[in-house]
């Protein structure tokens, strides 16, 4: 039988938010605001590095997504303090029942339930609302100089603020993934980065729009990003 460490906080399968290809996201048993990413088995990161070509050069630093991001949460809230909102607030480790977990902040709506990935977003109620706080997501994250390698369409959950405001919060890929880390060095070459993101971002947001509401009227794209639709749709 397998022993678990007395003192581990006890996570039950129920508790399960959703699952990525790396970690599982599970409820906080103590608290609604907060959940914990946890390893799959097979993706702790030591895992991971055992079974990569060239490991050697690699430290395992590298292959540990908690750590990475919260080492970039870290990085932006000491330069710029607490009140940013376009990336997950993270608050550290705990050992639990399934493993060592990171404990972040639970993005959820208004109405207390867990908000939706973008891609979920659009393939529910299309582009347009979500388009603005695109641009607001970029340019906060411009100006905090966050890195972040892989904000693509299942990375950013969008929170329904209430009133009709969206946010949109980056909750996975954050922190620089080359060894001299240029995007952190500078702010320039991280806000051209971003940049190539945003456009890759919206072109799958085009193609989710375009595949899901084909019947969708025209006024469904914010006048602003219309230029920007068809460029992308040609
Ligand atoms: N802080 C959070 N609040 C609410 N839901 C979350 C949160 N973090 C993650 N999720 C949900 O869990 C899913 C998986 O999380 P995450 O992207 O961190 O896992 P991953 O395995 O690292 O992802 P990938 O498959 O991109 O490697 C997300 O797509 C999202 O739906
Ligand atoms: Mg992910």
């Known amino acids: ?104 902040e639970h993005v959820r709506n208004a109405d207390g339930t867990t908000s939706d990935t973008l891609a979920e977003h659009v393939r529910k109620c299309g582009a347009g609302r979500v388009l603005p706080a695109l641009e607001e997501l970029f340019d906060e994250l411009a100006r905090y100089h966050v890195v972040a390698k892989d904000p693509h369409v299942e990375n950013v959950l969008v929170r329904e603020c209430g009133g009709g405001r969206l946010e949109l ?27 190539r993101k945003k456009r890759s971002l919206l072109r799958h947001i085009w193609r989710i729009n375009r595949e899901t509401r084909l019947e969708a009227p025209s006024t469904d794209i914010p006048e602003s990003h219309r230029p920007l639709q068809r460029e992308m749709a040609g």
Request: charged share 30%; aromatic share 10%; glycine share 6%.
């Open 1 to 104: 039988m397998e022993t678990i460490a007395t003192g581990a906080l006890e996570i039950s399968e129920s508790d399960l938010v959703a699952a990525g290809t790396r970690r599982r996201v599970y409820r906080h048993p103590q608290t609604a605001d907060k959940v914990i990413k946890i390893f799959w088995d097979d993706q702790v990161p030591a895992a991971r590095r055992a079974r990569r070509r060239g490991r050697w050069f690699k430290s395992l630093a590298r292959f540990d997504d908690n750590e990475n991001d919260y080492r970039q949460f870290r990085r932006v809230e000491r330069h710029f303090g607490t009140a940013i909102r376009c990336i997950y607030r993270i608050y550290g480790y705990v050992e639990t029942t399934l493993g060592r977990g990171l404990v972040t």
């Open 169 to 195: 919060v980056v909750i996975d890929g954050l922190g620089d993934n080359n060894v001299i880390p240029f995007a952190t060095l500078s702010r320039r070459l991280n806000n051209r980065k971003l940049m």
